[in-house]
């Protein structure tokens, strides 16, 4: 699957400068996502403890499974590579782009919230569905098609194409969900995703337009520590400050924050511009 310059990859010095590179929540998720999932491939953890187990955290106090389910992304094959690939990618995008505006102007604390509540319906809504059907009690991919879809109501228009086929970026979650249902993977967790993140985008977008109230807020304590707009890391007070980066030879100067496309699948997938 041939990539080319995947989120500035190509302009890095090495992984570690691309990882720091990552917008800060998706550095965190993608960077915890990598050690369990790894940690349990290898038998460094038993992945039976990585799994959401109401049960256990009520009588054992095993709070960490709060977390992990939404970071083990499964054994190891080329299904696992691509939801960490897909994390990455649209987890970027949606932080970098500017996440719905909840109270902190669109920017890291308002995406923090959105995961926050993302990842508590998720646990909430889960019991409902084991009468239906059974799923894995691990919500990673749900959690990525959750923010794949809410970026896909945040730029509906922007252009995309998945295995060659362009498209429009708000029929890619569904374009996603056709490919696993033709091709016989699971495909419940996606539209477990997908509902929740319809639900979100409704409460955050329909209702404000609609009835005029806003029923969604960031929290003060995120905004606090996030800020408004987009995260910046405070610099040692005796650091130097940072010079802009030289435009490279032969013009075309640094591109915009988040915009940058890539190519993907069979004839490249380059997402949207925000």
Known sequence: MPVQNVAGVGDAAGPDQWFKSLPIITQYWFGATVVVT??????????????????????????WRFLTPFCFAGPFDFSTLM???????????????????????????????????????????????????????????????????????????AQANIWGIPMAAIYLPFAYLAFNVFTGNSYMDLIHGMSVGHVYYFLVDVVPMVYGKDLLRTPQFLINYFGTGQYQPQQPMNAAPRQPAAAPAGGGGAPPAGGGGHNWGGGGRALGRN
Request: hydrophobic fraction near 50%; aromatic fraction near 18%.
């Open 83 to 157: 939801v960490v690939y897909l994390l990455v990618q649209f987890s970027k995008q949606y932080e970098v782009g500017g996440p719905f505006n909840t109270g902190a102007g669109g920017g890291t604390a308002d995406y923090a919230f959105c995961l926050l509540l993302g990842a508590g319906s998720v646990l909430v809504t889960y019991p409902l569905l084991l009468g239906f059907v059974r799923l894995a009690p691990v919500f990673c991919r749900t959690l990525i098609y959750y923010v794949l879809y809410i970026w896909s109501k945040r730029n509906p228009t």
């Open 38 to 63: 790894l940690a349990a491939n290898f038998g460094i953890i038993n992945p039976y403890l990585l799994f959401w187990s109401w049960n256990d955290i009520k009588s054992r106090l095993e709070l």
